[in-house]
C-alpha cells in the first residue's frame, strides 16, 4: 500500500507582521496567524474600495426555487456579503413547481443579458430538475459557483480555503495534504488545487478504511474535511502539532448548535471554527469570482 512520504513539519514563517495577530496555540509553541472574520473584513474593505472606483456596479443575479428555510438564510447571507462592499444582487424567485425547461430559459436569458456579470442557482432545486442541466445551461464567463464544466472560476469552497492559506503563508510545497471527502464541488476541486500548489494529496473517503484515516491523518500538514458528520475526528486521533485543520463540515446537532467534522480545540497550529470559518471564506470568495468576471466583462 502506498503510504505518505513521512517527514518533519514544516517552520511557519510570517514576514508581515502587520497583517497577522499573535495567539496562543494548545501547543507550547507560538505562532502568527490572521483570524478568518479579520481576513474576511480586510478582504471586503479591498473589494469595496475596488469597487467604488468602478464606473458601473458589479451585478450578480441570485436563482432560488421554492422555499427552502435554509437556501433562504444562504441567500440573506449572500445579499449582505454584495451591498457590503457595493455588489448590486438581484433575487429571481421561482415556486417549487416551475417546470425545468422554464428555469432554463430563465438562466439563457440572464446569460445575454450584459447587465449581469454572475450568476448563480441556489441549491438545493426540486428534484424534477437537473443540477446537471443548470450547470450545462449557465455561461461559463457568469457562472461565479465554479460549478459548470467549463467554468472560468474556481469553486468558491476551495478557493476561499487556499486563498486563505495563501494569506497565512501556509507552505503548500511539498506539505502532505488529506483531503477528506469527493464531492464535485469540494473534495475533488480541493484535491486539484492542492495539486497545483505542490502539495503530496491524498483523498480519503467512505471506503476508506479506518486504520488508513489514522495513518494519514498522523502524517498530515494539512487536512481539510468536508463530510458533514458532527465531531467525527476527535483527540483519539494522532495528528502532528504543527497540522493545520480546515473544518468545511456544518452540522446543527441536538443542542441545537453548529458543530464541524473535528472537535473543537484539537492540539494542533491551527483549527478552523465552526461556525465562523470555512462558510464565510466560502462567501468571500463569490465576491471575488463575480470581480473576476467584472474584469472580463
Known amino acids: 500500500m502506498n503510504r505518505l512520504d513521512v517527514r518533519q513539519g514544516h517552520p511557519f514563517c510570517f514576514q508581515d507582521e502587520l497583517f497577522f495577530v499573535m495567539k496562543k496555540q494548545t501547543s507550547p509553541s507560538i505562532i502568527l496567524y490572521m483570524d478568518i472574520k479579520e481576513y474576511v473584513t480586510l478582504r471586503k474593505s479591498a473589494l469595496k474600495n475596488q469597487i467604488s472606483s468602478l464606473t458601473k456596479k458589479p451585478r450578480l443575479s441570485i436563482i432560488t426555487v421554492g422555499n427552502d428555510p435554509a437556501s433562504e438564510a444562504y441567500v440573506r447571507g ?3 456579503d454584495a451591498a457590503e462592499v457595493g455588489i448590486e444582487a438581484i433575487q429571481t424567485w421561482f415556486p417549487g413547481d416551475i417546470s425545468e425547461e422554464t428555469l432554463l430559459d430563465a438562466i439563457r436569458k440572464q446569460n445575454n443579458d450584459s447587465s449581469i456579470d454572475g450568476i448563480l442557482v441556489q441549491l438545493p432545486v426540486p428534484k424534477s430538475i437537473s443540477v446537471e442541466h443548470i450547470n450545462l445551461t449557465i455561461d461559463p464567463k457568469k457562472d461565479v459557483d465554479g460549478f459548470t464544466p467549463l467554468s472560468q472560476f474556481r469553486p468558491c469552497t476551495p478557493r476561499g480555503i487556499i486563498d486563505y492559506l495563501t494569506a497565512e503563508k501556509f507552505p503548500f510545497k511539498g ?3 488529506v483531503v477528506v471527502g469527493r464531492s464535485e464541488i469540494v473534495g475533488k476541486p480541493m484535491a486539484k488545487l492542492l495539486l497545483e500548489k505542490d502539495c503530496n494529496v491524498v483523498q480519503l473517503h467512505s471506503k476508506t478504511k479506518p486504520d488508513d484515516f489514522r ?3 498522523a502524517h498530515a500538514d494539512l487536512i481539510v474535511s468536508a463530510i458533514g458528520k458532527m465531531n467525527t475526528w476527535d483527540a483519539s486521533y494522532s495528528y502532528r502539532p504543527s497540522a493545520w485543520l480546515i473544518d468545511v463540515g456544518i452540522t446543527r446537532g441536538e443542542d441545537g448548535h453548529l458543530h464541524g467534522d473535528f ?4 492540539p494542533v497550529a491551527k483549527q478552523t471554527p465552526v461556525p465562523g470559518g470555512v462558510g464565510l471564506l466560502t462567501r468571500l470568495a463569490l465576491l471575488e469570482n463575480l470581480m473576476e468576471a ?3 466583462r
Open 78 to 80: 449572500k445579499k449582505k
Open 175 to 177: 506539505a502532505n495534504a
Open 215 to 217: 495513518f494519514y491523518f
Open 263 to 266: 472537535v473543537p480545540s484539537l
Open 294 to 296: 467584472v474584469k472580463h
